[in-house]
């Protein structure tokens, strides 16, 4: 069975960094898609960032840019999202999701692609 854990929100001041961790079990996470979502308080879900694991190509939110950088390690199949100059806008709820195998696929394909399997999510807050 499909499933996907998140890990490694917390608290942090303005500026400074985190990273979060997508623990993937019950498939290997070759040729998937793979993305990183945030919801806000009050706000709708919106996609943060997202990688086609079969050649690492990624796509980004413009609000992002920059800042975020998502990774895969496919021995340990594990996503990552290394989130630096952090601000309080970035304050959300952040999940994980996961659908494939694709192929032929790539960052934009993945990055809006309607995701079959959610983590529960990590709560991240920037606050001074």
């Known amino acids: 069975q499909v499933r996907v854990v998140e890990s490694g929100g917390g608290s942090v001041q303005p500026g400074g960094s985190l990273r979060l961790a997508c623990s993937a079990s019950?498939?290997?996470?070759?040729?998937?898609?793979l993305g990183w979502f945030r919801q806000a308080p009050g706000k709708e879900r919106e996609v943060v960032a997202a990688i086609y694991t079969a050649d690492g190509s990624t796509r980004y939110a413009d609000s992002v840019k920059g800042r975020f950088t998502i990774s895969q390690d496919n021995v340990k199949n594990t996503l990552y999202l290394q989130m630096s100059s952090l601000k309080p806008e970035d304050t959300a709820m952040y999940y994980c999701?996961?659908?494939?195998?694709?192929?032929?696929?790539?960052?934009?394909?993945?990055?809006?692609?309607?995701?079959?399997?959610w983590g529960q999510g990590t709560q991240v807050t920037v606050s001074s």
């Open positions: 019950g498939y290997k996470i070759n040729s998937y898609c």
């Open positions: 999701a996961t659908d494939g195998p694709f192929a032929p696929g790539s960052g934009s394909f993945c990055y809006s692609h309607d995701y079959t399997y």
